[in-house]
């Protein structure tokens, strides 16, 4: 089945400890994102890829970092400069780039990150 | 800016009252609108998409429609199941979406 996947579901944290949220996708797409989810807020975009090897910043980039070595993963790195890192996490996939892309995107099921 | 606001924040129903969720938006040209449910804990599920004003879609006991303004998510009779947070979101060109902050319904048997 296609689709995509994200590990850990939950994961707890200690302040002042780096973590990395693995995200992987098996439908062919070339952009995928990071999200961001806290209660009674929207989705916020924090780093986005469209294309291996290139990333740009999203709109909470602060505190974090990704890469994109292969098509298929795009892990997100919470670093210990992120202020506020409990939330839950979500990473999407969609098909293409640029301005063509007026096409939907497609989730995960989410980290659920808890810092303690 | 592209700018997404939803209404309302949380809407609560009996079973087979029906009523629409409604998501206004503002963006510099409108290449597309999405909507999505989330359940609780879980990723957002993909319902439908809209590109140009008149636009209709239907799933089940759902409707989605598409003005210049804004769009409309009719639920019909709708269930327990239908219990979830339902999210817009615009793409207006750019390589990303923009996303309201969703209304959440729950649906009383």
């Known amino acids: 089945d296609g689709g995509i996947t994200q590990s850990p579901k939950y994961l707890f944290r200690k302040e002042g400890q780096n973590v990395t949220l693995s995200c992987e996708q098996n439908?062919?797409?070339?952009?995928m994102y990071w999200y961001r989810q806290d209660p009674g807020q929207g989705l916020r975009l924090i780093y986005y890829s469209q294309i291996v090897n290139d990333f740009q910043k999203g709109d909470i980039a602060e505190g974090y970092s990704v890469s994109r070595e292969k098509k298929e993963s795009f892990p997100l790195t919470v670093t210990s400069a992120q202020k506020n890192p409990t939330a839950f996490y979500l990473c999407?996939?969609?098909?293409?780039?640029?301005?063509?892309?007026?096409?939907?995107?497609?989730f995960g099921q989410g980290t659920r990150l808890t810092v303690v | 800016e592209d700018q997404v606001t939803q209404s309302p924040e949380a809407l609560r129903l009996q079973e087979g009252e029906s009523s629409s969720l409604n998501c206004s938006y503002t963006v510099s040209g409108l290449r597309g609108l999405f909507w999505y449910r989330q359940d609780p804990g879980k990723g957002p599920e993909f319902l439908f998409t809209l590109y140009s004003a008149g636009e209709e879609k239907e799933k089940e006991r759902l409707k989605a429609t598409l003005t210049k303004k804004e769009s409309f998510l009719h639920i019909t009779a709708p269930k327990p199941e239908d219990s979830a947070t339902y999210l817009c979101a615009v793409n207006s060109g750019y390589s990303t979406l923009t996303f309201g902050k969703g209304t959440m319904l729950l649906v009383s048997p």
């Open positions: 439908l062919n797409h070339d952009a």
């Open positions: 999407a996939s969609s098909i293409g780039p640029g301005q063509t892309a007026n096409t939907e995107a497609f």
